[in-house]
């Protein structure tokens, strides 16, 4: 197979229809392992905004239970991807994944926020970190998936493309990242879980590495060291 077989197979595909295949492209073919840690920190950036860190500590799943609440987490995004949203299964996902949120007080702002570091954080992960570029048509169809996915899940006044997604996050950031004990409680438990993936001589470095990656705002958020 050549290097560029899904490339041109990306480039043959409209983002405006085939949204899902491209992201099934994306995300298992193209940069799977790249995919998987930009969600990761797509999800841990969230925790720094108080309002979200806060809910998530009180409900004891991401800090007593950290491994079994990122798997639920994985596992419905991801059968939602593999499947299709508009399928039985896929429908079914969406619906768990609903349940899941309607338990807790949840502000409109929070969710769309935490839906654009979805969009946002992937792009940006493989911008700087790919081993290429991301293309238009992936962006496009990136942004046009989780359109769709908050609209499933009864999200309000999506942002219509990557721009408007991207100033979102930079402006919630912005504005709501802050210092909070519950929430860096919720941070040092996923740095924990990260680790324990790795051969424990391994644990200092990753532990580094990953906050190395981090920008000075989220660190400052956490009162983690540079």
Known sequence: MRRDHWQRKIAELDPETDFEEISR???????????????????FRTYAVPSIGRLLFDTGEFTTDTQKRHDD??????????????TQN???????????HGSYDISNDDMRYVLATFVV?????????GWRRGT????????RYYQRLGRLMGIKDIPADFAEFEALLDAYEQK??????????????????LVSF???ALAKGTN???????????????GYDK
């Open 25 to 43: 492209i994306v995300s298992y073919y193209e940069f799977p392992w790249d995919v998987q840690q930009a969600l990761s920190f797509a999800l």
């Open 73 to 86: 987490t994985a596992l419905v995004l991801e059968s939602v991807l593999v499947v299709g949203m508009e």
């Open 90 to 100: 896929g429908r079914s996902a969406v619906r768990r994944m609903n349940q899941m």
């Open 121 to 129: 954080i992937p792009v940006r992960w493989i911008r700087d970190y």
């Open 136 to 143: 238009e048509i992936e962006r496009v169809a990136a942004v």
């Open 176 to 193: 709501h990242f802050a210092y909070d004990d519950k929430s860096r409680a919720v941070a040092d438990a996923t740095l924990e879980l």
């Open 198 to 200: 790795y051969p424990r």
């Open 208 to 222: 580094l590495f990953s906050r190395a990656l981090m920008d000075d705002h989220l660190l400052k958020a956490f």
